[in-house]
């Protein structure tokens, strides 16, 4: 039984973190994060309608705020989150709904979340940044 939920464990392990890519960032997708204002597309960190009901986010975290802070959105959309630091390691989870994710700096973190239900949702970071960490939050819109 103790080898089964061993292999078990390695399996599910295994699927989720090559068929399902979920793991911590991969190398591929790194900028220097002293240049991320400058650097495409987290010069211009916002909202941005990309298809009926459809946006991206493009977000930056740094100590101890998210860029944008306020998004906005209508119910049913789904929207892509594009992140990256530009300093230390940040974490982004959203009450309510199964985002959470690492953004450490300079790798850019994407992931997608369906608001169907209007509300107001809650961004928090959750790895411990520094003496602000508690006061690190923005919050989503969805009307
Ligand atoms: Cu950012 Cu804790």
Known sequence: FAVVIIVGSMVITGYQAFALGMGPP????VIDPQKVDETAPFD?????????????????????????GEIEIPAGSTVH???TSKDVVHGVQI???????????????????KFDEPG???????????????????TVTVK
């Open 81 to 83: 989150f594009k992140m």
């Open 95 to 113: 009450v309510d709904t199964n985002v959470n994710a690492m953004v450490p700096p300079g790798h850019i973190q994407t992931i997608t979340q």
């Open 44 to 68: 211009n960190p916002g909202v941005f309608e990309v298809g009926d009901k459809e946006y991206e986010v493009v977000m930056t975290l740094q100590a101890f705020s998210f860029d944008p």
């Open 120 to 138: 107001e949702y809650l961004i928090l970071c959750n790895e411990y940044c520094g003496t602000g960490h508690q006061l690190m939050s923005a």
């Open 26 to 29: 991969s190398g591929k997708e």
